[in-house]
């Protein structure tokens, strides 16, 4: 998986920042300022800021999400308690309940996503030697890159923002047809999001979601022949080694499976090998499409399908 994919609609996304960027610009003068201090350098695992960054946001927000079993779809899962976990965790049961993403949950979507992903960013960053021109220099790219997650996320999910839905996309990613699903858990300060996942359709010919070209090819192309693909699957720092991937993952499947209708999803992984070791142990195999170190294309046959065939219907547009 990469971080903002550099896909159709994250291109869009960055034409329509770029006058926000230009305000951000303002703050980078001001970085050399007395007094500024701006929250990221070169990336230390803990949030992608250095220790004594005074504006690095590791804490992901609190969720305003819209519960999925209130979501049209979920009754056709067979075991609706997929989307309800609890997890015993540091002598303490951890509550968990999937959710659809609201307008007022993008940005702490975005931190997350910066947060599980930071290591992209981290060519394009200044070692903190460099001192107040490495943080001006790094908090702008940051900044852009939140803008540019937060506009894609928009364009992403505005089906499931206005028509909360589990169910099939009937179109592409780019034209707002795209699932994301959060994980959420209320740790005593408020709903939290902990995990985060995207559900889309895909052709299952090993294309990555960065593939302009291949994009592009989509916008004449038949959606009906695409296939469930899973991205952006990613884990809070704070909250990993918990066995909330495997829980995360399982919840995916099922929704593919249960509502979807379909036997079949697929995925890329990257460089990580944790996350890989977790979709080998999960009977992912590699297609042997377009294989490379960075990324490898994988998919997993669901069993129990309900219903003979593979899933066809879509999400309807509501009338009401």
Not at 208 to 214: A, E, F, H, N, R
Not at 281 to 303: D, I
């Amino acid at each position: 998986h990469v971080l903002a994919a550099r896909t159709l609609e994250n291109q869009c996304a960055m034409r329509r920042v770029r006058s926000a960027v230009l305000g951000i610009g303002a703050g980078v003068v001001a970085g050399f300022a007395p007094g500024f201090a701006p929250g990221f350098v070169r990336g230390n695992g803990k949030c992608g800021g250095t220790q004594d960054s005074s504006r690095s946001k590791c804490q992901v927000g609190q969720a305003r999400a819209f519960p999925a079993r209130l979501a049209d779809g979920f009754e056709r899962l067979q075991d609706p308690s997929v989307l309800f976990q609890e997890i015993e965790s540091d002598s303490s049961t951890l509550k968990l309940e999937a959710m659809l993403p609201e307008t007022g949950d993008l940005e702490s979507i975005s931190q997350l996503l910066m947060e599980s992903f930071i290591e992209v960013l981290e060519p394009w960053m200044l070692p903190a030697s460099l001192g107040p021109v490495a943080s001006a220099w790094n908090w702008l790219i940051m900044e852009w890159e939140r803008q540019i997650i937060k506009t894609t996320l928009t364009v992403n999910y505005k089906r499931i923002m206005t028509q909360p839905s589990l169910r099939k996309p009937k179109g592409w990613q780019f034209e707002g047809e795209s699932l994301g699903m959060l994980l959420v858990t209320d740790a005593g300060n408020g709903p939290e999001a902990v995990a985060f996942l995207e559900l889309c359709s895909l052709p299952p010919d090993g294309r990555t979601p960065d593939d302009t070209l291949g994009m592009l090819l989509m916008v004449f192309g038949d959606s009906r022949s695409a296939r469930p693909y899973l991205q952006n699957f990613c884990v809070a720092p704070k909250w990993r080694r918990r066995g909330l991937g495997r829980v995360l993952l399982k919840m995916a499947e099922r929704v593919v499976r249960d509502v979807w209708r379909e036997d079949r999803i697929y995925l890329h992984a990257g460089s990580n090998e944790a996350a890989r070791n977790l979709y080998r142990s999960s009977s992912y195999q590699m297609t042997g499409l377009l294989q490379s170190p960075e990324s490898l294309h994988m998919s997993k046959a669901l069993e129990g399908v309900p219903g003979t065939e593979r899933a066809t219907d879509v999400l309807e547009a509501s009338t009401v």
